[in-house]
């Protein structure tokens, strides 16, 4: 598997949304789950939202139910996840990964981690 590639990031005002996008390459895409973390400044790496191999499942953290949307196109090889009514809280870098067993909510579940992608909400 190779590092998947994540794009999309930005600065938005409070209220806007974003798309990230996370390009992964690999023939076993398809049958691995994928999952977005954030990191912002001094904080540490926190599970934002996960998605079943098939898209049949998804995980949220609490902060983000209702406004964020995880999604996949195993055509492409792409996972997404749609972020609306953002908040300056939402500030950090965004990392997508793929799922090697666990829980979806632990770091520890995850490799093959992306560069991240900036994700800036001003007030």
């Known amino acids: 598997q190779a590092q998947p590639v994540e794009s999309g990031g930005g600065l938005v005002q409070a209220g806007g949304s974003l798309r990230l996008s996370c390009a992964a390459s690999?023939?076993?895409?398809?049958?691995?789950?994928m999952g977005w973390f954030r990191q912002a400044p001094e904080k540490e790496r926190e599970f934002v939202a996960a998605?079943?191999?098939?898209?049949?499942?998804?995980y949220y953290t609490d902060s983000v139910k209702g406004r964020f949307t995880i999604s996949r196109d195993n055509a492409k090889n792409t996972v997404y996840l749609q972020m609306n009514s953002l908040k300056p809280e939402d500030t950090a870098v965004y990392y997508c990964?793929?799922?090697?067993?666990?829980?979806?909510?632990?770091?520890?579940?995850?490799?093959?981690w992306g560069q991240g992608t900036q994700v800036t909400v001003s007030s």
């Open positions: 998605i079943s191999w098939g898209a049949g499942s998804t």
């Open positions: 990964a793929h799922f090697t067993g666990g829980s979806y909510r632990d770091t520890k579940s995850y490799s093959y």
């Open positions: 690999g023939r076993t895409f398809t049958s691995v789950g």
